[in-house]
Each structure stands twice: as structure tokens, then as C-alpha cells.
């Protein structure tokens, strides 16, 4: 197993085989196991990008759509940032969106989500900390590339 250095990281691109990865720290720790041959890097662009904005008011609940602003990528990268850091693994550099190749037989991201959470919950079930599940993500990630 060889997590991924995030500086040897090349550009890609979208495609069948290359899938976005969720901005979330989870998904960003299954990119860093699945090592920098499995790893792409586009630079982000978040314009014309919104959020959803859900108030509820005395009951009433109202839902407008707003601008994904500086401060929203502020927040989506110190999330990530400090999960990986709670993980013990490297941090990425900032600016990029990360794209992850399908491991061999697994056809979408939805489903090498399923196969990550399956293998979490068999392997190490009530793991909630991110050191915790650490070595069970590299566990997963390495049976799913056929490194084991």
C-alpha cells in the first residue's frame, strides 16, 4: 500500500472511469488510501456554484438557494483538513477538485461508498474517529485495487 502523495498527484479529467470525490474529510481519507496512481487533480472552480439555505421560522420552513461563496471553501476545506489531520495523514494542497479511479469491478462512486462503509462496519464496527478508521480505509482500499 502507497497512500497518496498529494504533490505527485497529476492533472485528469472527468470520466467513466474517474469520479469526483465528495468534499468531505471521509472521502477525501479514501482518496489518500487509494494511493497517487489512483488519485487526479482539475483545479476548482466554484463559480455560479450554490448552496441550499434551509430556515425554519416558527414552524415554517423556508429553503432558498444562495451563492457558494470564499467563506463556504473555507469552511468545505478546514472540514477536510482537520478529519485527515484527526487521521494522521497528510493534508491536501487547497485549490483542486480530487478525482479517484473505480477500482476493478466496482461500476460508480455510490457503489465504492457501499464497499467502503460495508468493509468499516465488518472490520471495525462503532468506529467513529477518524485514527480509527484509518487503517481499515487502507485495508479496503488495498483489497478493492487488488493490492493484497
Known sequence: ????DW???PDGARSG????????GWDMLAAWAAGTENVRKLPVDDTGREVRVTIETDGVTRTRMEPFTAQD??????????YL???GAPVPPRGFVWLMRLPPGVASEEQLSREIN???????????????????????????????
Do not use: C, F, K, N
Open 85 to 87: 489531520r484527526d487521521a
Open 118 to 148: 460495508r468493509g468499516i462496519a465488518e472490520a471495525a464496527p462503532g468506529a467513529v474517529h477518524p485514527a480509527d478508521i484509518v487503517p481499515v480505509m487502507e485495508d479496503i482500499l488495498d483489497r478493492l485495487y487488488g493490492r493484497d
Open 73 to 82: 471553501r473555507q469552511a468545505v476545506d478546514e472540514g477536510i483538513e482537520d
Open 1 to 4: 500500500m502507497s497512500p497518496t
Open 7 to 9: 504533490d505527485e498527484v
Open 17 to 24: 472511469e474517474w469520479v469526483e470525490v465528495p468534499e468531505t
